[in-house]
């Protein structure tokens, strides 16, 4: 064999060894639900009933919940306050309940309790992120997002779409007057460490 071959055949095993050996870092292709505890639906709900709503899981841990989603969520590191570790609020399997259709919610909040940052994901089309008056801003690698705000409830909320997956960033801190620039900032901060970790 010469030496190209050589070189080929060496990349080609190189290649099967990162994509098989346990510990790789690529999101299953479906929800990983044996990681997870699915939640029994509340109420008196006949088996109809039951296909119409989404299953609910629980994870033992934030870690765990992001390593059984099919896609990659990157949480920030960086705060804008001193903040709780992030914890998972809801994990969805929507529509045909087929492991597709997921969408995840994280909520982490101030020590001091004046404010709370909630992340979402779903690798589906939500219209709910099309309601409302939005202002695009621009994030790393050109990516837009639309920014939205309640100044009366002193929050905001950023929403982009990023290898076919819907983020949505909640932030809300009461430590100080309302600022809608100081909340685009502290968005846009927050969005673009997730997009650096993707």
Do not use: C
């Amino acid at each position: 064999m010469g030496k190209w071959t050589h070189a080929v055949v060496f990349m080609s095993v190189i290649g099967f060894v990162l994509f098989f050996v346990p510990g790789n870092d690529f999101p299953p292709d479906t929800l990983d639900a044996s990681l997870l505890q699915e939640v029994e639906a509340e109420g008196n709900l006949n088996e109809e009933m039951k296909k119409t709503i989404p299953t609910s899981y629980e994870a033992p841990s934030t870690e765990t919940a992001l390593k059984a989603l099919p896609y990659r969520v990157t949480l920030p590191e960086s705060l804008p306050f001193d903040a709780e570790p992030f914890q998972v609020l809801d994990i969805k399997d929507w529509n045909d309940k087929d492991g597709k259709d997921i969408r995840i919610e994280l909520r982490t909040v101030s020590k001091e309790d004046e404010g709370w940052i909630i992340i979402e994901a779903d690798d589906y089309e939500n219209a709910r992120y099309k309601l409302g008056i939005t202002e695009t801003i621009g994030l790393v690698d050109g990516v837009k997002a639309d920014f939205k705000t309640n100044q009366s409830l002193e929050s905001s909320m950023l929403h982009w779409s990023a290898d076919g997956v819907q983020f949505s960033i909640n932030y809300k801190y009461v430590g100080e007057p309302y600022d809608k620039d100081r909340h685009i900032k502290v968005l846009k901060d927050l969005a673009n460490q997730m997009l650096k970790g993707m």
